[in-house]
């Protein structure tokens, strides 16, 4: 089954085929919109001419922010996501030979040891990476057993975070879901 996160076929595309791409997408995913955050590295490829963690690594960090800045903006704090998409790039090459995939492929993991792998990259705090386990496990085709429960509530049915959206439907249905989580945080 095909991504279909950002309403952009060409970026929902990317997503689709670039394990760095998506997990970018998941980076980026903080303090903007959704469909923002995963078009983002679709941006970053048109503007690099290429997006893979090597490419990323290597820049001037100058260069990335710019790149990043560039309107539209690849993010609504582009200097500091540089930095943090720099980072994780940075991580894939020395932690996994540039292969982005083997972080939840390399020796045959569980879901708590993917869930591991994704908390020591720069950037994924405990949420982040459990998010990104549901998403790989409902959508990516994510086969390590116990896959559900590193997810936490994020791996149950429902229509909780981007690892639940498969439509516009769904996209806004998560949204409500955000919404309504955002109100009952605020005790209202």
Known sequence: ?????????????????????????????????????????????????????ATVAGMDPDKLAEVMKQSPAVHRFPGSMAGRVQALAAAIVSDWGGDTAAIWTQGDPDGAEVLRRLKALPGFGEQKAKIFVALLG???????????????????????????????????????????AKAAAKGH
């Open 138 to 180: 409902k959508q990516k085709g994510l086969q390590a057993p116990g896959w559900e429960q590193a997810a936490g509530d994020y791996g149950t049915p429902g229509y909780r975070s981007v690892a639940d959206i498969v439509d516009a439907d769904s996209l806004t249905r998560v949204r409500e879901h955000k919404r309504a």
């Open 1 to 53: 089954m095909a991504l279909n996160i950002t309403g952009d076929a060409e970026a929902d595309a990317l997503l689709d085929e670039s394990p760095f791409a998506l997990l970018t997408g998941m980076l980026l995913d903080q303090q903007v919109p959704m469909e923002t955050a995963f078009a983002g590295p679709a941006k970053l490829r048109d503007r690099l001419g290429a997006l893979d963690p």
